[in-house]
């Protein structure tokens, strides 16, 4: 089926069909570079984690948006960074 979605009549309606279903084809989407629909390329973007930990937390654009949640980045604040001692050291 792969070889006719390189007609951008037959790829939106296979992807129609298939959103309504709730299906997922990640190869059959990619095709969405080649015809240059946003919508689908945004829906590709979107399914890829590694793509969104590619461009970082705080990245975004017209066709992703990436967030702490999507990325699973954490932010620590380690401080202070050296802990001050708990007991005397000496006389002082």
């Given at each position: ?16 069909i298939?959103?309504s ?30 793509v969104?930990w ?13 967030s702490e ?24």
């Amino acid at each position: 089926m792969y070889w006719l979605m390189s007609d951008k009549e037959m790829f939106v309606e296979v992807t129609k069909i298939l959103r309504s279903r709730r299906i997922f084809d990640g190869l059959l989407w990619n095709y969405s570079v080649h015809h240059k629909d946003e919508n689908a390329l945004r829906e590709v973007l979107q399914k890829h984690a590694e793509v969104q930990w590619i461009l970082g937390t705080f990245f975004e654009c017209g066709l992703i948006k990436c967030s702490e949640k999507s990325t699973g980045f954490r932010h620590l604040d380690y401080f202070p960074l050296v802990n001050s001692r708990a007991h005397r050291l000496g006389d002082e």
